[in-house]
């Protein structure tokens, strides 16, 4: 009950200050616009205005406070205005509709769920080489390493050209980024996980003259669990980013990625931020879904108590 | 050929050398042990920490590689014991998977070794009883105290067709109490199983209630200082430890600790 009551104060207190935060952000915009409606605004020079500090004009100009909170196209739109957008485009909007938010969600929750597939995959099965070979480990680690310093953002459109060019396009190149982004923290963490078993552990199975795969399936991969549900909700996350900047730089007209970019092109910040929340709401339930999956699996493994 | 055989000691250690190269240069972990360990006996390996009890015990294992001398244990090299699983290992911890029940954990080298699925339920209810853990197979390992995760550790090593017993400090990070309890149970089980025991300990009293031949070891170089065949029944009730015998043979492993460290 006192969590909760801790929990709900601080929404409270970050929803308090981005409407705070809209009304300087937003004050130059609706001032003109009052102006444009006949209302008389302080100072009248509209050249001097731009050249004022945001408090100085809202102190001059209380009575245009409201309106910062109910612009068409704020800077920064207020929590109600992105909420109202939310429900409009999920509830408010049939699922096949090309400005239903549900829809674009699918679009990009299948790209990520197909990269995170092969990004989960490929980690795996990397992380399995690396193990058991020191030349692997030694000449794939490194690239792996190397490969998430390169800025996804600037990958992105080469990853999409280059399969363009050999015709594959549609949600094969979303997912190839998607995925590029998510094998990583697989591999690191099943690398440490399956690494997890201590000398002793591994002694004991010496001691039974047990195979490496025997080693592998009793010790290594169940010893590897916890760490790899840690990795996969990492993983998760990076893929649905991945997803998302795969739309970016094609123009695509579907997905939550489109939306953004959309939102930009027209200077519709509301649809933006409805779309930057949409996301953000479909990571945190993909994390939740692995909690879950992880809690009911090392259960049955008898790990967790 | 048969006749040798039967004769022949479990283990046979001659000359054994084993120097470890360490960053900080060359440990003399053992230096030239003669040791012969025949068929039924419970040997303990006594003495200070670093005298190479550990590395005597994992150079019987095939764990570690003697770098001079000769092992034999069963007539064989120790590799080969260990791949025709010649012995079951007891490590200091239990180290029982997490993830399987105590009953799993039994079964885990019976598994490996390719046991059938009636035969390993055979096994496990047998050892369980050995350890006196019937009734707990569904439990997982922390659900149990230390003493019987421990002793789930044994039932492990028992489980399978190995007439050598190698235990490394098994109980050394138990009780007083439970060790006690423990020691005698695991006397009960030898005169049982009728297996070959070898138990390292820095405990003297544990060593002269549980050992057939006490082997006293002293370090740098780790060496053996003196092997002292115990005069006491192979029946052993606790009390046995406050007799004049008993005593006795605790002063004389006494006095070799104390040999081996004053001539360093
Ligand atoms: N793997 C190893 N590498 C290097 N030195 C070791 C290794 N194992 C043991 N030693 C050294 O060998 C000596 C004997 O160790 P050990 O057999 O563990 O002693 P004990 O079991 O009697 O306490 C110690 O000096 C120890 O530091
Ligand atoms: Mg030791």
Sequence with gaps: MK??????????????????????????????????????VQPPSAKVRRDMGEIGLIIDNSFAIPATWEQA?????????????????????????????????????????????????????????????????????????????????????????????????????????SAYLSF?????????GLRSPDHMQLDLLRTYSASQSQGFWKLRLPASMPY???SLKIGIAASLVGAIVGELPTGAVAGLGARLLAGSYYGQTVQIWSALFAAAI???CLVA???LIERMVLKRMGIAS | MTTESTTQPVIKARQLDLTFQTNDGPVHALKDVNLDINKGDFVSFIGPSGCGKTTFLRCIAALETPTGGTLSVNGMSADEARRNRAYGYVFQAAGLYPWRTISKNIKLPLEIMGYSKSDQDKRVSEVLELVDLAGFGGKYPWQLSGGMQQRASIARALAFDADLLLMDEPFGALDEIVRDHLNEQLLQLWARTNKTIGFVTHSIPE?????????????????????????????????????????EVAHRVREGLRAGHSDD
């Design chain 1, 289 to 291: 879904l692995l909690g």
């Design chain 1, 184 to 192: 990583f923290p697989v591999v690191v963490g099943m690398v440490k």
């Design chain 1, 3 to 40: 969590s909760i009551l801790a929990v709900l104060t601080v929404i409270a207190v970050i929803i308090a200050l981005w409407y705070a935060a809209c009304v300087p952000m937003n004050i130059k915009g609706v001032l003109v616009e009052a102006e444009r409606a006949g209302a008389e």
């Design chain 1, 228 to 230: 790899l549900f840690a």
């Design chain 1, 73 to 177: 196209r704020p800077r920064l739109p207020a929590p109600h205005q992105v909420a109202t957008e939310l429900w409009n485009t999920t509830v408010g909007k049939k699922i096949t509709s090309k400005r239903s938010l549900i829809y674009h969600g699918w679009v990009t929750l299948s790209a990520t769920l197909l990269g995170f597939a092969i990004g989960t995959g490929l980690g795996i099965l990397l992380a399995v080489g690396i193990v058991h070979s020191r030349v692997m480990d030694m000449s794939v680690m490194p690239w792996a390493i190397v490969s998430q310093t390169i800025p996804i953002i600037a990958l992105a459109p080469m990853i999409i050209v280059v399969l363009y060019s050999v015709g594959v396009q549609g949600i094969i190149p979303k997912a190839v980024i």
């Design chain 2, 207 to 247: 060593a002269v209630y549980l050992s057939t031949k006490i082997v006293v070891m002293s370090p740098r170089p780790g060496r053996i200082t003196d092997v002292i065949e115990s005069p006491l029944p192979k029946e052993r009730p606790l009390d046995i430890r406050d007799t004049p015998e008993f005593i």
């Design chain 1, 282 to 284: 479909l990571a945190a």
